[in-house]
């Protein structure tokens, strides 16, 4: 089955791919604080009606976007398949806080 | 600088005050159901509402403070001094994926799912420890900030500001738990960011508009104020270039550990309960991501209260730079409106850090290890006797602040620059190990000592900037607990398991994952 792309990136995952740590990851890691420091520096210029302002602060905007429409399928992905296996895992936490991990 | 509340000021300030403390108590029914429900709205939050609880957490009495010091004095520069908290940016889609993954309340609970044994216990206790003396000061260091606030406004004693807003909070903190706190925070943090806006906008107009600022600026042979990338060379000067890459390089990779800011403590409440992995994502970066934009709108306010006052050079008058314009050229009326903001942003940090303090107590020390077997009924009570005891030891605090402050401020640094690099292998690397970690922060504390003040004090190394002292203290103490946790037995490889199976890590943990691949918790592929 061919998966949907979107520059070479992945945008639709089955649950069990999508909790392998890949590439999309890393470009959420770069595009991320990118896109935070052309919002504020952006923002703050263009307050001052500068137009290199809003020029950083549209590609803030732009940065946000992209971001977004590359993770979300997958946090969605990996969010449906977790949500499955949550309600074993709280059992486990109480175990631990109860002094029977093991048992 | 006196403020007088004319009657349409009261009618804002008692409308807002009648708003937050009623929508605080009206999930007082859902707050005592249980002990997930008294600290984490029992999971199942939408990401919009812990992320604007994100926002107003951090936005507290003295936030404009802080960026009215470092913005006055290094203009545009300055944004750079918050930009710390953009470890949120990588955060969001790494270390929150996986603690909200791990399920832990509280970032003490996940060093027992992390490490095992006597190890993972001892990091167990001191961690609640920690966070709970953390918590008692920030509420300490904030409540004092309010007290001199009103002081400065209305000329009432410090004891007023720092009393009676906690006690109005803890109100609806006591009764509704969590949910109290993420629902007054909601209502709180949009009507904050909507004064800022307003206050901050206004401001620059009455300083003679974008225009008139950038004219004045020019005349005054002060235009570098708006370039955000101004530096003063590689090494020297005010604002260095070295600092600058160093700030990055802290902000940008500490997203991949836990606990390398200490906002993280406070994040980690809203990323586990959010509804799910994808909800907790977003609620730490739009959080983020509206705490910088508030920023720039602060930022540009107090450029235009710089072309109003250029020169002073007392940090204390200049750190008020916010405040002062916003009072003082906000239209008639409206000072009540601008003050309800202020008690907001207030409201939304006393409010945090009483709950989150409060979790350890309740959820770490408690019971995990006086309890174990407490009813849900009891937790929920255990869970307002220790909101009480925070409360109180806050004022305390508070009181004690003008004598502890600058001691406490180097605990907290000693904290954060040796500890940042062993808070990311933590989360990236399997074989670091509980006795590693232990090493980290004893090293850390004897290192700090002598590298900011003893060897310094005695003419052995000159007294190095900041940004420095983080570069010397992350060197030496990885000297100590590097050896330490390869000369000492890995974790428990069942352990690591479980919890490789549970949180799925990045990072260095090909031996857990075949593991955990062998003992049948998870498919070759990723699943289970």
């Excluded at chain 2, 300490?140 to 007023?160: E, H, Q």
């Excluded at chain 2, 009676?164 to 629902?183: D, K, R, T």
């Excluded at chain 2, 570098?224 to 260095?240: E, I, K, M, T, Y």
């Amino acid at each position: 089955m061919k998966t949907k792309r979107f520059l070479g990136l992945r945008r639709d995952w089955g649950p069990e791919e999508a909790e392998a740590w890949t590439k999309e990851d890393w470009v959420a890691i770069i595009v991320s604080p990118l896109a935070y420091a052309l919002l504020m520096i952006g923002l703050a210029l263009f307050i001052f009606l500068r137009l290199d302002g809003l020029i950083i602060f549209l590609l803030g905007i732009i940065a946000t976007i992209f971001l977004h429409f590359i993770i979300d399928p997958k946090l969605k992905a990996i969010s449906s398949e977790y949500e499955k296996k949550q309600r074993e895992y709280l059992n486990r936490l109480e175990l631990v806080v109860r002094w029977r991990e093991d048992e | 600088m006196m403020i007088r509340f004319n009657f349409l000021d009261w009618v804002w300030l008692g409308l807002y005050l009648t708003l937050m403390t009623g929508c605080g108590l009206l999930f007082y029914r859902l707050g005592k159901r249980s002990e997930a429900d008294f600290f984490l709205a029992g999971r199942g939050l939408p990401w919009w509402i812990p992320g604007i609880s994100v926002y107003a957490t951090h936005t507290a009495t003295d936030t404009p403070m802080w960026v009215s010091g470092v913005i006055y004095k290094y203009g545009l520069r300055g944004l750079w001094y918050s930009f710390f908290s953009a470890w949120c940016a990588v955060a969001a889609f790494v270390s929150a994926r996986i603690f909200r993954r791990s399920l832990a309340y509280s970032q003490a609970e996940w060093q027992s799912l992390r490490y095992g044994g006597l190890g993972g216990e001892l990091l167990r206790g001191w961690m609640s420890g920690w966070g709970t003396f953390l918590n008692m000061f920030i509420l300490g260091w904030v409540s004092m900030a309010m007290g001199k606030l009103c002081n400065y406004l209305f000329g009432w004693d410090n004891w007023v500001g720092l009393v009676i807003p906690s006690i109005i909070v803890a109100i609806y903190v006591l009764s509704a738990g969590y949910w109290g706190v993420v629902m007054a925070d909601f209502q709180q943090g949009i009507i904050a960011f909507f004064i800022i806006v307003f206050a901050s906008l206004w401001g620059v107009k009455a300083a003679g508009g974008p225009a008139g600022i950038i004219t004045k600026l020019n005349t005054l042979g002060e235009s570098w104020r708006l370039n955000p990338f101004h530096f003063s060379g590689f090494f020297g000067g005010d604002f260095p270039l070295a600092w600058f890459l160093t700030m990055i390089f802290i902000a940008v990779l500490g997203g991949f550990g836990m606990g390398t800011s200490i906002d993280w403590y406070a994040e980690a409440q809203r990323i586990q309960s959010s509804r799910t992995v994808r909800d907790a994502a977003y609620s730490i970066w739009w959080g983020t991501a509206l705490t910088l934009t508030r920023n720039s709108f602060w930022a540009a306010a107090i450029i235009a209260f710089f072309v109003l006052y250029p020169h002073i050079t007392d940090a204390q008058q200049y750190e008020m730079a916010w405040y002062r314009i916003a009072f003082e050229q906000i239209p008639a009326g409206l000072a009540g409106f601008l003050f309800a903001g202020i008690i907001a942003i207030h409201f939304s940090t006393i409010s945090t850090h009483l709950n989150l303090g409060a979790v350890y107590l309740t959820r770490d020390i408690y019971h995990h290890y006086i309890n174990p077997e407490a009813s849900e009924r009891r937790l929920v009570m255990a869970g307002r006797v220790a909101t009480a005891i925070l409360l109180l030891g806050s004022f305390i605090y508070g009181l004690m602040m003008e004598e502890i402050t600058r001691w406490l401020i180097f605990a907290l640094w000693i904290m954060g620059a040796g500890m940042w690099l062993p808070n990311i292998l933590q989360v990236i690397w399997w074989r670091f190990n509980s006795w590693g970690y232990l090493s980290a922060w004893i090293a850390n504390l004897g290192f700090s000592w002598l590298v900011v003040w003893i060897l310094p004090a005695f003419g052995v190394i000159p007294e190095l900037p900041d940004y420095l002292q983080f570069w010397a203290l992350m060197v030496l103490t990885a000297l100590v607990y590097i050896p330490v946790t390869l000369l000492t037995p890995p974790e428990n490889k069942f352990h690591l398991a479980k919890y490789y199976a549970m949180t799925r890590p990045i990072g260095w943990w090909k031996p857990i994952k075949q593991e955990a691949l062998r003992l049948g918790l998870i498919k070759e592929g990723g699943g289970r």
